[in-house]
T-cell receptor, first 114, second 113 residues
Framework: DAGITQSPRYKITETGRQVTLMCHQT?????MFWYRQDLGHGLRLIYY???????DKGEVPDGYVVSRSKTENFPLTLESATRSQTSVYFC?????????????FGPGTRLTVL | GDSVTQMEGPVTLSEEAFLTINCTYT??????LFWYVQYPGEGLQLLLK?????DKGSNKGFEATYRKETTSFHLEKGSVQVSDSAVYFC????????????FGGGTRLMVKP
């Protein structure tokens, strides 16, 4: 499928477990982003990547790990899930840094940590 | 740092009513400004954008004007429809900060027939 996809769409896990959220884009965009959406906080940036093998922290990186071995994939791993990580997670991508380029968002993954 | 403040929702309107959702920002330099819309169960989509002062972004009957003097980017629509029910996010991109967006908290709009 063309565009940006996320999997799984829904995930329930337990405290302390490791979970990986997948993100795949077909446009060969240079930039990819992970956000979490929580009531009252809007969207907050967790990590971003400017290119393969280049990643950097966003506003709320603690408890998360990312990698970008291929341009099209940007997985987000919660190494030891906590209840505070219950959220909706969005992946996004965009072309090279510019004042005008749009970010394209995936459909989101709703994660519940029990 | 950069920040975006939106009016809290939910905003409930009847069909064909006039819509305003307020957005103000704090940023250094000359950011680009955006409105994104999130329909139920979906990711965010770009609704409109403005890249410099006094620019007006418009799309699907929605408009917003980049006002540098008041650091605002209010979203307006003259006549809302039930299909406009969604969450609307104001965002800015500071050209000094790469491709990263700073989002407001979002405003839920509910339009009743």
């Amino acid at each position: 499928d063309a565009g940006i996809t996320q999997s799984p769409r829904y995930k329930i896990t337990e405290t302390g477990r490791q979970v990986t959220l997948m993100c795949h884009q077909t446009w060969s965009h240079s930039y990819m982003f992970w956000y979490r959406q929580d009531l009252g906080h809007g969207l907050r940036l967790i990590y971003y990547s400017a290119a393969a093998d280049i990643t950097d922290k966003g506003e709320v990186p603690d408890g998360y790990v990312v990698s970008r071995s291929k341009t099209e994939n940007f997985p987000l791993t919660l190494e030891s899930a906590t209840r505070s990580q219950t959220s909706v997670y969005f992946c996004a991508s965009s072309e090279l840094a510019s004042g005008y380029n749009e970010q394209f968002f995936g459909p989101g993954t709703r994660l519940t940590v029990l | 740092g950069d920040s975006v403040t939106q009016m809290e929702g939910p905003v409930t309107l009847s069909e064909e009513a006039f819509l305003t959702i307020n957005c103000t920002y704090t940023a250094t330099g000359y950011p680009s400004l955006f409105w994104y819309v999130q329909y139920p169960g979906e990711g965010l989509q770009l609704l409109l954008k403005a890249t410099k002062a006094d620019d007006k972004g418009s799309n699907k009957g929605f408009e917003a004007t980049y006002r540098k003097e008041t650091t605002s980017f209010h979203l307006e629509k003259g006549s809302v429809q039930v299909s406009d029910s969604a969450v609307y996010f104001c965002a800015l991109k500071n050209n000094n900060a790469g491709n990263m967006l700073t989002f407001g908290g979002g405003t839920r709009l509910m339009v009743k027939p």
